[in-house]
Nanobody, 122 residues
Framework: QVQPVESGGGLVQAGGSLSLSCTAS????????VGWFRQAPGHEREFVAV????????AYAESVQDRFTISRDRAANTVSLQLNRLKPEDTGTYYC???????????????WGQGTQVIVSS
């Protein structure tokens, strides 16, 4: 069972940057697609970005396109999400999740981390 663990959240001013990491101890994690999702208070969980198992395929939500970058280091069993030009509306709990194939749909992912909080002040 793959158990992702997120880290790197925090408080940042609008326009700033943060780097989030998602890692897992299971070696199989390096071959799985990994997605990032976020959930703001009172809102549903929404797709942010996803990367394929090989790292060669990525997809982003329109709201974060050109501001966020997803990448992976398969040797380190880590997937990173670089958040640039942050906006107050990016505030929320960010979750990573693993799945055999790429998807933008949260229900497709079976293995979820506990989340890391990102707060962007205006």
């Amino acid at each position: 069972q793959v158990q992702p663990v997120e880290s790197g959240g925090g408080l940042v001013q609008a326009g700033g940057s943060l780097s989030l990491s998602c890692t897992a101890s299971a070696r199989s994690f390096s071959n799985l697609a990994v997605g990032w999702f976020r959930q703001a208070p009172g809102h549903e969980r929404e797709f942010v970005a996803v990367i394929s198992g090989s790292g060669g395929g990525t997809a982003y939500a329109e709201s974060v396109q050109d501001r966020f970058t997803i990448s992976r280091d398969r040797a380190a069993n880590t997937v990173s999400l670089q958040l640039n030009r942050l906006k107050p509306e990016d505030t929320g709990t960010y979750y990573c999740a693993a799945n055999p194939s790429m998807s933008r749909t949260a229900s497709s992912f079976a293995s979820w981390g506990q989340g890391t909080q990102v707060i962007v002040s205006s």
